[in-house]
């Protein structure tokens, strides 16, 4: 079974700092991998999505996220953050050929303006 | 709005009562899923459709739980004797699979939030 790691619980940043949230993920096959995002009294929202090609992927509002197989991450990034990233973050995946999708326990960001 | 539509979006049930939610998937959708996310935690799958098919249950889905979707349209999720160990936000997502269509991502609802006191 798959199993989903995020490293911090809670990040609070400046406004224009870079962002960095870890995800490690375990699972001997392949996998699709998928970052969501939940915004405050809102849904949880797709924020990119790695399915196979490019290991580097950009998704919505300038977050990228760099798959490393050998290291099983899935690594979120973003330059320069801004107040309304405030949100939780999810790191996500599931088996290719399977439905189930596991996720982290999820990351608290808040930026300070 | 078609998006993923969920009701109600607050219930709160006394210990032992049934409860039923509802979740109307996006229209050309085929796939949906039913997921509980408690405090603290990311949502945590329980079971999934495709079209009327339920193909697969967790097994935090107990016996108190069912799921259906007739005619592979909306979902409903019913538990039985509630417990206060119920009490969590209930997520319905749904994602289109067909064709050379493999890998699509899901779509989420906003949840029915679960009180059982």
């Known amino acids: 079974a798959q199993s989903v790691s995020q490293h911090n619980h809670h990040v609070i940043l400046s406004e224009a700092a870079s962002l960095e949230l870890g995800c490690n993920y375990s699972y001997g096959g392949t996998v699709n991998l998928f970052w969501y995002v939940q915004y405050p009294g809102q849904h949880l929202q797709l924020l990119l999505k790695y399915f196979s090609g490019d290991p580097l992927v950009k998704g919505i509002k300038g977050f990228e996220a760099e798959f490393i197989k050998s290291k099983f991450s899935f690594n979120l990034r973003k330059p320069s953050v801004q107040w309304s990233d405030t949100a939780e973050y999810f790191c996500a995946v599931n088996a290719r050929g399977y439905q189930k999708v596991t996720f982290g326990t999820g990351t608290k960001l808040q930026v300070i303006p | 709005d078609t998006g993923v539509s969920q009701n109600p979006r607050h219930k709160i049930t006394k210990r032992g009562q049934n409860v039923t939610f509802r979740c109307d998937p996006i229209s050309e959708h085929n796939r949906l899923y039913w997921y509980r996310q408690t405090l603290g935690q990311g949502p945590e799958f329980l079971t999934y459709?495709?079209?009327?098919?339920?193909?697969?249950k967790s097994r935090l889905l107990s016996d108190r739980f069912s799921a259906e979707r007739p005619k592979g349209s909306f979902s409903t999720l019913e538990i039985q004797r509630t417990e206060q160990g119920d009490s969590a936000m209930y997520l319905c997502?749904?994602?289109?699979?067909?064709?050379?269509?493999?890998?699509?991502?899901?779509?989420f609802g906003q949840g029915t939030r679960l009180t059982v006191v």
């Open positions: 997502a749904s994602s289109f699979t067909g064709g050379l269509t493999l890998n699509t991502e899901a779509f």
């Open positions: 459709f495709q079209n009327e098919a339920q193909l697969e």
